[in-house]
Each structure stands twice: as structure tokens, then as C-alpha cells.
């Protein structure tokens, strides 16, 4: 009786259910070859399907003989599995003939060799019972046969990918379940991190694949590399666009370009070139709609790829932060509380026709600097020069209505001021370099509220450089003139030469 259903003539076999259940992958334009392929049922279907190239392979010369009148437009080979046709298959079926084999193990290697790198592999073949990992020995009612356990199965096929497709049909006399198994090359996993920008990406590669030994391609330090000129054969126009619109602030702007631009199989074939043949993470942002063309790519390149999507939220762009923070600053500008407490005003005072050319700066207090939290003295610091010669002992005051408060000789080395001045320390005048310019007197609060003057003595005559006076919240913002309606009436302080003049007749 022949093995084979045709609807002509009943086989043994149920071939129609068999060919159900193999789950062949879609065979047109794919090479296909048959093993152990009895009178072509199989090959028939690839060449029905639009198969593009069909081999099929038996050594029983009557089943070849019948297979070729039958479909003549398949290549039939009567030869023992020993010996495989030339060339690689898109798709190999072994169906009901493995345990035929001697060496089970050492065929399906074979086979394994003469498939492409994402081809696969169908077997349809017994599987025995038992959880032990073992060839087992099983009578049938026309022969006795060795078939793997699960287990052995699964120790045979280890260095595959491999997957139970599910039950085939049964054999009339065989006491065993047949079984399909889909059996591939492992592909290299390339596990996609492509989420927006900030969304934690980054961190997950970090922690999951770096400890494990798997590269991770990180896109935003390539597009440095690109940029830097750093990275080699870039293809030209993902060069240019790169060097040109790449800032890292916006990495998302310069990818959407690079994908509208259409360089998405260009970048994922870039992207591959870091790390080879071989399991990797990508950490690049990839604009949600592409994500899919992506995946696709990389499964033209033989890649199985993961896509791995985080719960979290991301971030905003950059932009909307910089809009924020400027809304912010408007917001805390608008709500502003008012100025508390008094603050110093500093008027600098018109030289008077013989001031000699003075050169002068209070570091301390500032003009407008708060005084509510003073501990009621005032430190009035700073420095002076004058630009004329000859130079003498020069000395500052300061003075209130009535008295004199402070009177100190320039006694502070200032380094900083005389490079400030003069360019350079060296190339200050003589005087200047062996004297010191810095100044510092003691008043009080109290003295300031009254008002201050304060004053230079330079060669024996006394010239007004600045009136400080304190500013109360009411008067902040208008009369900043003194002599108005401040604590400097016309009556506040006296000129220098009233107070001289005073000082000298006492
Ligand atoms: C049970 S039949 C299965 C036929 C077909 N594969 C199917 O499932 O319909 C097993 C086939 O394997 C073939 N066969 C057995 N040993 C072989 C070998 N060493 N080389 C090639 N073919 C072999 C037989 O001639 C027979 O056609």
C-alpha cells in the first residue's frame, strides 16, 4: 500500500490533515526542501504556493519515479539523506522519517547546516513517553523504532530555537503522539529601548544588560560620534543632517528628521554595525510611528527584536521647561512682596571744580542694600586712588551734622584695585605700589539715619565724595535726591567747609 494520499488514490498516510498541520510559513518565492519526500505530496503543495526553487529527496526510486509524473516541475532526487542537495533552504520538512535515520541527532544537525540563517526547519516525528532524557525503543505493528522523550528532544535541539507547534495526525499501528516542531537558528535578540527622551530608558539598560554583558548602543552617543566626525562610513546624508541640526538638548528634533528624511533602514543597519552579528540593547528615542519600521528592519537583518516599553511618563520637551520657568519668573515677579524695612541710599557727590582726579568705589554697604536685619553698626569699606601726582597721605572721614563719626589714613593693601586701575600692580605710580588704597571706618545705623558724609583728604583739603542716608519703606522709589524730603534736609548734614570751619573754632 502506498504512504501518500492523493485525491486519485488513498495512502496510509492522512497527507491533507498532515499538511494542516505542519503550519508551514508562507512558502511562495522561498526555496524548499523535502526529506524523505515519498511521492512529492509536499513539494506538490510548495510548488502550488509559488515555492521558487523545490527539491525533494527520497532513496525509494519508485517514489521518486511516481513524484516526478506526478509534478514534474519539482526536482526530485533519489538519494539517501546522507548525501543533501547543494544550497541552502528557506524551508526543510523531515516528516515521519526521522526515526528511520541511524543517527537521529547527527540528521538534524544536517539538516540545521543546509538551512539559511532565518530559515526553518519542520519535523514531524514521535515523541515517547517519559520524563527521562532518552532515545527510547518503541514497537510498532511493522517494525520497532527509537524515539526521544521530551526531554531528549529538547537536549537534541538545545542550541536551537525550537517550539511544539502542536499534535499531528496519528499513524495507523504507531502507538505513539505524533508531534510538530518548528525548529530555527537562534537569532540575536536586540532589545528595543526606544521611548521618548527622559522616560528611563537609559537607566534600564544600564541596570539590565551592562551587568549581563550584552552591549548597549546608546543613539544619542553616536549622533556625538556623527557630529564629532568621529564615527566612519555614516552614510552621507545622515551625516550632514546630523552635524548640521544635532544639539543634545534636542536629540528628538534631529531623529524625527532623520526618520521623515528616510534614513530609518540606513540608521538601523548603522546602529547594527556597532556590535555585529550578536544579542544587543538599543537605547535610542525612535518616534513612536517608526518603532514598528524599526522592528521590521532589524528582522531583515536577522535580528529577533524585543520591544521593551516603560510605564513611565516622560519627560516634557526641553522647551515647555524653558516656557515654564519663564511663566514662573513672571508669576514671582508680579506677586513680589513688598520691600521691607529701610534701605541704604548712596548719592555719589559732583566733584567740586579743585577735586583733584579720585578714584573711589564703596564695597560695603551697597546702594539699596537692606538694613532691617543690622546689628546697628555700619561697616563702610572700600577703596580709593588718586590719579594725580604727587601723592600724599590721604585720609577718609565721615561725618553727621554734628560731629565727625570716623577718620581713618587708606590703610588696606589692595592688589585687585591697583591691577583694576592701572592695568597692572607693576604699573601703578610709586606711591600707589609702597601705600596701601583700601579703606574701612565703623558708624552706626542710628548715625546713618541721621545721615552721613563721607569725605577724602587729600593734600590738606577735605572734598565730599558721597552722602549715605537711609531710604524708609514710605520714601522708597521717589525723593531719591537728598536734600528733599529724606533724613538729608538742607539742614542734615553741613558742607565740609561749615564743619571745618566748626572743627577749627572749637
Ligand atoms: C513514512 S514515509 C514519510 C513520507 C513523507 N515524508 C510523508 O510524511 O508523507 C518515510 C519516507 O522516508 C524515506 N526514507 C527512509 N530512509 C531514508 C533515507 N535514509 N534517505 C532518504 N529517504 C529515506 C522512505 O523512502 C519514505 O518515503
Known sequence: MQYQSFPDVKGGSNSLDKLSALRLPPLAGKSFLDVGCNEGFFCGFALFEGASHIVGLDR????????????????????????????????????????????????????????????????????????????????????????????????????????????????????????????????????????????????????????????????DKLYQRIATGQLKGVPRGIQELVEREFTTARIDKVTRQLFDAGFAADLVALWTRQVKYRDFALDTYVPEEWRPVVAEEFQILGFYPVAMNLPTKPLPPARTSIVRAKEYHEFLTKHAPAPQGPTVVIHRSKPAKNTPPLRWHLDSPQDGERMDDSDGQLRVSGWLVSTAEPQGAITIRLITANKEVACRPLSRKRPDVLKAVFGATEAAPAYWQEHPCGFQLQASVEQLRQGLALYAEVGGENFELARLELNTASQQGKNREPGNTGPFSKAGVPSIQEWWNKLRGS
Open 60 to 219: 525509494s526510486a519508485q517514489a521518486i519515479r511516481r513524484a516526478t509524473a506526478r509534478f514534474p516541475g519539482v526536482s526530485f532526487v533519489q538519494s539517501s539523506w546522507d548525501t543533501l542537495p547543494e544550497g541552502q533552504f528557506d524551508v526543510i520538512t523531515l516528516l515521519s522519517a526521522l526515526h528511520y535515520a541511524e543517527d537521529q541527532e547527527a540528521l538534524i544537525h544536517a539538516l540545521m547546516g543546509k538551512l539559511t540563517e532565518t530559515g526553518v526547519l519542520v519535523l514531524e516525528i514521535g515523541v515517547a513517553p517519559g520524563t527521562e532524557n532518552a532515545w527510547v525503543s518503541v514497537k510498532r505493528s511493522i517494525d520497532e523504532r527509537v524515539f526521544p522523550t521530551r526531554a531528549k528532544l529538547g537536549s537534541v535541539l538545545a542550541k536551537y530555537a525550537w517550539k511544539v507547534m502542536g499534535h499531528s495526525v496519528n499513524q495507523a499501528g504507531d502507538p505513539l503522539q505524533r508531534y510538530v516542531v518548528h525548529v530555527r537558528h537562534k537569532q540575536p535578540f536586540v532589545y528595543l529601548l526606544l521611548d521618548d527622551p527622559g522616560s528611563g530608558k537609559t537607566t534600564l539598560a544600564r541596570h539590565l544588560f551592562a551587568p549581563r554583558k550584552i552591549p548597549v548602543v546608546s543613539g
